[in-house]
């Protein structure tokens, strides 16, 4: 038996360490709500100058005055008897093995245009191709097709059928045969849970519901307009312009680079959140209005030399590809036009 007061001492002390431990757990709960709290004050730092939306992952944007903002990313505006476009919601795929193709293989996909003709069917153009119209296809009447993207995540999504697949292939194919395009209907998320375990750690806002549709990561790219300036000044030869990058929303006015400290983001009445540096790839070296790589390696070769990762946990996940704009996912909101103001908070 202990002298009664050695209990009591041990009773004390075993009670201050479930109170240090108690408040220890409080505190990070508190933290970690913070962090999925938006800011109350919030600071102008500049305006939108344009919005893009990509409805055909690796193709040519469609400019838009507003954009509707949804979980998934940007929408085009209701418009009667017209379908509506999500961000990055038609991608190619390879028929024999699913994986997705971009113009990383296929410089030219930067060319392709898409536009709606009525409220259920599209049409693609590109140089010296006939005109593609098809129907949109949906999860009841069509066939699902599970297409691999980075990381060979699976993303299900719906086949856009052989006449879609004939011209893609003619289009982008060597030998003219093998690829097709899929459609996703925006009414299931992503999964990110089996493939990008190392991302979660490194990224505590990365989640599936910062995903987008066939985005490569998250639902927004947002890029200082300054920032791609400041690249054109150190790379005069290169040709650069911000449409290299690929934004959904281009800012003017922010000093640059300064978008590596945003958290959080509010324009209009829409809130976006940081979930990570947009680090680029030789997706980046296709001239958008060419379709033709850069024989320099630009504006990669450039943005190396001072827009590297630092963080050698990222550098180990991401290698050797600088940085410009963030990827962000969505908190609540509607709309953005062009011409808002954008603040930011932290
Ligand atoms: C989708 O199903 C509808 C109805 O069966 C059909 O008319 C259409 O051709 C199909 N589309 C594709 C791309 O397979
Ligand atoms: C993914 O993991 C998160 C965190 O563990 C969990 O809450 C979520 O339900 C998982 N999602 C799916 C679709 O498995
Ligand atoms: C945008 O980029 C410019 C030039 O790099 C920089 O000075 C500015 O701080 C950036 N603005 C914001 C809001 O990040």
């Given at each position: 038996?202990?002298?009664?007061?050695?209990?009591?001492?041990?009773?004390?002390?075993?009670?201050?360490a479930?109170?240090?431990?108690?408040?220890?757990?409080?505190?990070?709960?508190?933290?970690?709500?913070?962090?999925?709290?938006?800011?109350?004050?919030?600071?102008p730092?500049?305006?939108?100058?344009?919005?893009?939306?990509?409805?055909?992952?690796?193709?040519?944007?469609?400019?838009?005055?507003?954009?509707?903002?949804?979980?998934?990313?940007?929408?085009?505006?209701?418009?009667?008897?017209?379908?509506?476009?999500?961000?990055?919601?038609?991608?190619?795929?390879?028929?024999?093995?699913?994986?997705?193709?971009?113009?990383?293989?296929?410089?030219?996909?930067?060319?392709?245009?898409?536009?709606?003709?009525?409220e259920?069917?599209i049409?693609?153009?590109?140089?010296?191709?006939?005109?593609?119209?098809?129907?949109?296809?949906?999860?009841?009447?069509?066939?699902?097709?599970?297409?691999?993207?980075?990381?060979?995540?699976?993303?299900?999504?719906?086949?856009?059928?052989?006449?879609?697949?004939?011209?893609?292939?003619?289009?982008?194919?060597?030998?003219?045969?093998?690829?097709?395009?899929?459609?996703?209907?925006?009414?299931q998320?992503?999964?990110?849970?089996?493939?990008?375990?190392?991302?979660?750690?490194?990224?505590?806002?990365?989640?599936?519901?910062?995903?987008?549709?066939?985005?490569?990561?998250?639902?927004?790219?947002?890029?200082?307009?300054?920032?791609v300036?400041?690249?054109?000044?150190?790379?005069?030869?290169?040709?650069?312009?911000?449409?290299?990058?690929?934004?959904?929303?281009?800012?003017?006015?922010?000093?640059?680079?300064?978008?590596?400290?945003?958290?959080?983001?509010?324009?209009?009445?829409?809130?976006?959140?940081?979930?990570?540096?947009?680090?680029?790839?030789?997706?980046?070296?296709?001239?958008?209005?060419?379709g033709?790589?850069?024989?320099?390696?630009?504006?990669?070769?450039?943005?190396?030399?001072?827009?590297?990762?630092?963080?050698?946990?990222?550098?180990?996940?991401?290698?050797?590809?600088?940085?410009?704009?963030?990827?962000?996912?969505?908190?609540?909101?509607?709309?953005?036009?062009?011409?808002?103001?954008?603040?930011?908070?932290?």
């Amino acid at each position: 038996m202990y002298p009664i007061s050695k209990m009591v001492a041990l009773e004390v002390a075993l009670s201050a360490a479930t109170i240090a431990i108690i408040s220890a757990l409080a505190m990070r709960w508190y933290q970690k709500r913070k962090k999925q709290r938006p800011p109350t004050t919030w600071e102008p730092v500049g305006v939108v100058k344009h919005l893009y939306i990509y409805p055909f992952k690796s193709g040519k944007p469609i400019e838009l005055q507003t954009a509707l903002c949804t979980e998934y990313g940007v929408k085009t505006s209701e418009a009667p008897n017209l379908h509506q476009f999500r961000d990055r919601s038609f991608v190619v795929y390879n028929e024999h093995d699913e994986q997705f193709q971009t113009a990383r293989t296929i410089p030219q996909l930067v060319l392709i245009e898409i536009d709606a003709v009525d409220e259920n069917r599209i049409r693609l153009t590109a140089p010296n191709m006939p005109i593609l119209t098809f129907k949109v296809p949906n999860s009841v009447e069509n066939r699902t097709v599970t297409v691999k993207q980075h990381f060979n995540e699976k993303i299900s999504t719906i086949d856009c059928g052989d006449e879609a697949a004939t011209w893609i292939s003619q289009y982008g194919s060597k030998d003219g045969t093998g690829l097709r395009i899929a459609y996703h209907e925006a009414k299931q998320r992503r999964n990110l849970n089996a493939t990008h375990k190392k991302y979660f750690k490194l990224y505590p806002r990365l989640s599936n519901e910062a995903t987008g549709l066939h985005s490569d990561f998250s639902s927004y790219l947002l890029v200082n307009e300054s920032s791609v300036n400041d690249l054109q000044d150190k790379a005069p030869e290169a040709n650069i312009v911000p449409l290299n990058f690929r934004p959904n929303i281009l800012i003017e006015g922010a000093p640059a680079f300064s978008e590596d400290d945003w958290e959080w983001v509010k324009i209009g009445d829409v809130v976006l959140y940081l979930v990570k540096w947009c680090t680029r790839c030789v997706l980046t070296t296709v001239n958008p209005s060419t379709g033709i790589k850069s024989e320099l390696n630009e504006p990669l070769r450039t943005l190396r030399t001072y827009r590297m990762l630092k963080d050698v946990k990222k550098i180990s996940l991401d290698g050797t590809s600088p940085l410009m704009g963030i990827n962000m996912g969505y908190h609540s909101g509607e709309r953005i036009n062009v011409g808002d103001v954008v603040y930011v908070g932290k």
